[in-house]
């Protein structure tokens, strides 16, 4: 069982159409990392949150933290074949020490042109 | 400019053999890591250092020795390969700031027959 874990794990959907990711755990996270990854290449960061019930909002992308800080969600709005990627969160469980982020299972996400 | 760059790309070697990977940031980052992440895109930390001491060290076999000549080089030694250490391994770089984001390399396919 994984710290954090995340659905669906594929998601193949047509251009134009919403969904949402989740990203869930039993354990309470000082902040938690959204990134996407695209083959051949290394995750890159799309936005942090902090606080329990915080949602911020990136282009057509809307990242909500949940009030207990144990989950999460990414929404994305009428998706583009460039959104096509892997999508991770990652979770910080303290806000102190070392920055040892936990990172999800990941949602691979196919966008049909 | 290559922010965090790591080298080999692909690495094929055979069972017994001791192999490296490279890697350099020039983000000014204090902090380096080494994730693994396996064929089924699940990411996990394997070494943090920061300002060259290492500060995490999750359960990896012997056989892997990270160095750190400075702070902004974090190699990573593998004696004596297995077929289960065939991974991508990706070397990422942050500031010790809390919450700051992990800059990613683009990986390292390593493959051992």
């Known amino acids: 069982t994984q710290l954090l874990e995340q659905s669906p794990q594929f998601l193949s959907i047509q251009e134009g159409e919403n969904l949402t990711v989740y990203c869930n755990s039993s354990?309470?996270?000082?902040?938690l990392q959204w990134y996407r990854q695209e083959p051949g290449e290394g995750p890159v960061l799309l936005v942090t949150?902090?606080?329990?019930?915080e949602v911020k909002k990136l282009k057509r992308l809307t990242f909500q933290f949940g009030d207990a800080r144990k989950d999460s969600s990414l929404h994305i709005t009428a998706a583009q074949p460039g959104d096509t990627g892997l999508y991770l969160c990652?979770?910080?469980?303290?806000?102190?020490?070392?920055?040892?982020?936990?990172f999800g299972t990941g949602t691979r996400l196919t966008v049909i042109p | 400019d290559t922010a965090v760059s790591q080298t080999p790309k692909y690495l094929v070697t055979q069972m017994g053999n001791d192999k490296s990977i490279k890697c350099e940031q020039n983000?000014?980052?204090?902090?380096m890591y080494w994730y693994k992440q396996d064929s089924k895109k699940f990411l996990k930390i394997m070494f943090s250092y920061n300002n060259k001491e290492l500060i995490i060290n999750e359960t990896v076999p012997n056989r892997f020795s990270p160095k750190s000549p400075d702070k902004a080089h974090l190699n990573l030694h593998i004696n004596s390969l297995e077929l289960g250490d065939s991974a991508v391994y990706f070397c990422?770089?942050?500031?010790?700031?809390?919450?700051?984001?992990?800059?990613f390399g683009n990986g390292t396919r390593l493959t051992v027959t």
């Open positions: 949150v902090v606080t329990g019930g």
């Open positions: 983000l000014g980052h204090d902090t």
């Open positions: 990422a770089s942050s500031s010790s700031s809390y919450n700051s984001p992990l800059h």
């Open positions: 354990s309470v996270f000082s902040s």
């Open positions: 990652a979770g910080a469980l303290s806000q102190t020490g070392a920055n040892n982020l936990f």
